[in-house]
């Protein structure tokens, strides 16, 4: 076997690389800190040289997402990044996405908030994301990273999930993990899928239409409230096999635990910090991660909350997934949370403390 | 054994401004500056050149790999 090539680089580097490598088609982004090292390493590697990947800095954030709504309706693997006001300025387009149920990738690399905010790292956006994040009963995929090696791993396995359920994929991180460089390495050079390739797995797709078959057309649009009912029920059914079936999630130090810190993407990443501490203060804690956090690990949640002496969630937010997690709970354990708010990072210490404070 | 004299470098477009050089420098040679780069992120600057030690702390904890750190033996 080959020697894998380890690679040092920033969590934005790693993304787009990663995808240049996974054989995607296109990006269409605007630059907004911490995320704009995606473009910037897209233009710097020149991937229309060589994949042919198409790489566009569009006029604004909606025009990005409309682009993708474009490429991806023609069967194209496309995606785009931002952070969250720009996140915040795609959902329109993200909804319309899951209406036609379009498959593609959008990465949100979090900043603190609300409005402009900060440009430092935060969680602020779990509801967003979780909830649909813009109109209408939908949900989209969310992936939550907590590394430099994730951010490249979930690059190919968002446009997995986002073609094989034709659906919206959100790639949720963070300042922290966007601008953190850290060992990687990058999957293996994948050629982009042919026109021939695209026809035969995406028979949905709008590339030009064939003898043999009705016109395709993507659209969110129906005008009869009965059909649209119908749609929606289709939508339902497929977000409960996805429920049912792509449940992430990663577990650390739980098996002796009295306290179980839930915690995704860099929040886990100072949990797991302050976990050696508070085992070696005499306090048995350990880690539950969910890495999907649509569709959440609640049944997980409840199987391991059995039996612990409290459950502390730690989030870089006021408490949103904190909310999800008492929910799987259902009040079977006691359930705290802590969180720093507006671009600051918790440190470890602090973590800590918010553990005593649950022990008395 | 002489005295070692450092200097270093920051890459100012890279810094993200989380100072932990600031922290790991024993000799306080660099601080958090005022201004901000392309990114918007406050960056650090070196405030005191002449107390560099070139002991490299600030170069290892660089998350970022930002800090050159340049060094040499000046003879007693």
Redesign the interface.
């Known amino acids: 076997m080959a020697e894998q090539e380890v690679t040092?680089m920033?969590g934005n580097e790693a993304i787009a690389r990663a995808a240049v490598r996974c054989g995607v088609d296109g990006y269409f982004g605007y630059p907004i800190?911490?995320q704009?090292e995606v473009i910037e390493t897209l233009a710097l590697d020149k991937p229309w040289e060589t994949t042919g990947m198409v790489v566009v800095q569009a006029e604004s954030e909606v025009a990005s997402i409309n682009m993708v709504y474009g490429a991806a309706g023609a069967g194209k693997r496309a995606f785009t990044s931002s952070s969250s006001p720009g996140i915040a300025l795609m959902q329109e387009g993200i909804s319309y996405m899951a209406g036609a149920e379009i498959p593609g990738v959008v990465v949100n690399v979090q900043r603190g908030g609300p409005g402009l905010g900060t440009?430092q790292p935060s969680q602020s956006d779990y509801f967003q994301a979780t909830r649909g994040g813009g109109n209408g009963d939908y949900n989209v995929i969310v992936l939550a990273p907590a590394s430099v090696q994730e951010m490249a791993d979930f690059v190919d396995l968002s446009f997995n999930l986002a073609f094989k359920y034709r659906n919206p994929v959100m790639i949720l991180s963070d300042g922290v993990i966007g601008?953190?460089?850290e060992r990687v390495v990058l999957p293996p050079y994948r050629p982009r899928r042919t026109e021939e390739e695209i026809r035969r797995e995406c028979p949905w797709a709008t590339m030009g239409r064939t003898k043999d078959r009705r016109p395709n057309i993507m659209t969110s649009l129906e005008l009869k409230s009965e059909v649209m009912e119908v749609h929606n029920l289709h939508l339902q059914e497929k977000y409960r096999k996805i429920r049912e079936t792509e449940v992430r999630y990663d577990t650390w130090q739980c098996d002796d635990a009295d306290y179980v810190i839930v915690a995704f993407g860099s929040a886990a990443r100072l949990a797991q910090k302050a976990i050696d501490m508070a085992r070696d203060c005499g306090i048995k804690a350990g880690l539950f991660r969910p890495i999907t956090l649509w569709p959440f690990p609640t049944e997980q949640i409840a199987a391991v909350a059995q039996g612990r002496k409290g459950i502390l969630v730690v989030e870089i937010n006021a408490g949103q997934m904190v909310e999800d997690v008492r929910l799987a709970v259902n009040g079977s354990t006691p359930v705290g949370h802590f969180g720093r708010l507006g671009g600051i990072v918790p440190e470890p210490d602090e973590i800590v403390d918010a553990l005593r404070k649950m022990e008395n | 054994m002489g005295r070692m004299k450092g200097a270093i470098v920051v890459d100012t477009a890279r810094c993200k401004g989380c100072a932990l050089c600031v922290q790991a420098c024993p000799k306080a040679v660099i601080a958090m500056g005022k201004r901000v780069n392309v990114s918007g992120y406050p960056y650090v600057e070196v405030i005191c050149a002449d107390e560099c030690i070139g002991c490299a702390s600030c170069g290892i904890v660089c998350p970022d790999g930002c800090i050159t750190v340049y060094r040499k033996r000046i003879d007693d």
């Open positions: 040092l920033k800190t911490p704009s440009i601008q953190m460089m």
